[in-house]
């Protein structure tokens, strides 16, 4: 006899554990090292927000604290379109499908900009819940919920599957189980640890 689904839905992280934004923002801001220091800005910025504002401020405002060009903030959101998923991400979204796992998406973009990375996503999501649609920032509680509210689950069932580390105190917060997809060996923050910790997404599919 076949063994129940150990859960009954899954939830992402879109920009970090989906998308490979971080090539995008070094390739604009001109290195790596400028990319990060303008990434760790808006982490910084988006973390401590309080109440929603504008993302595509967020992004300007972290490029004035990371010394970085106005106009490069502006290519930023010019070139949003061209974010692309990680290579094995179309094998781990058609197998979670033919296993008929929901699939959600819990994000910082704005409504405009989380419309366009779906789309370079290319996969079939029930449910995507942005930060502005929410109100409030991850790791802030409500994107979480927002997101478990439209796939009609409680936090404990669906797996949510962390790309910022910031995410896995968060989502846990809510009781969420984590998988984080630490592609670029991010260090954890608030000592909080998740299920599993991986470099890849192909393992989540070992979860289902």
């Known amino acids: ?24 923002w070094n390739d604009v801001a001109g290195s790596e ?19 929603y ?19 490069v903030a502006e290519l930023l959101l010019v070139q949003w379109p061209d974010l692309h998923p990680w290579p094995e991400s179309e094998e781990v979204f058609g197998s979670l499908y033919t296993f008929g796992v ?16 779906v789309k370079c996503a290319n996969a079939p999501f029930a449910a995507v819940a942005t930060a502005e649609a929410a109100g409030f920032y991850k790791p802030r509680p409500e994107p979480y919920l927002l997101v478990l509210e439209k796939l009609g689950t409680d936090p404990a ?3 949510f599957v962390a790309g910022s580390a910031a995410d896995v105190p968060g989502a846990t917060a809510v009781g969420m189980p984590v998988y984080w997809h630490n592609r670029v060996g991010l260090p954890a923050v608030d000592g909080v640890k998740p299920l599993r910790m991986e470099r890849r997404l192909s393992p989540i599919l070992e979860l289902f």
């Open 1 to 24: 006899m076949a063994q129940p689904a150990q859960y009954e839905a899954i939830v992402f992280d879109l920009l970090t554990a989906v998308l490979d934004s971080w090539t995008l």
């Open 102 to 117: 929901p699939m959600g998406i819990a994000t910082n973009c704005s409504n405009a900009l989380a419309e366009q990375a």
């Open 157 to 159: 069932k669906p797996l």
């Open 53 to 71: 504002r504008p993302y595509e401020d967020i992004i300007r405002d972290a490029a004035d604290r990371a010394g970085i060009h106005r106009d």
């Open 33 to 51: 090292e400028a990319g990060r220091r303008w990434r760790g800005e808006y982490l910084k910025l988006t973390y401590e927000c309080g109440p």
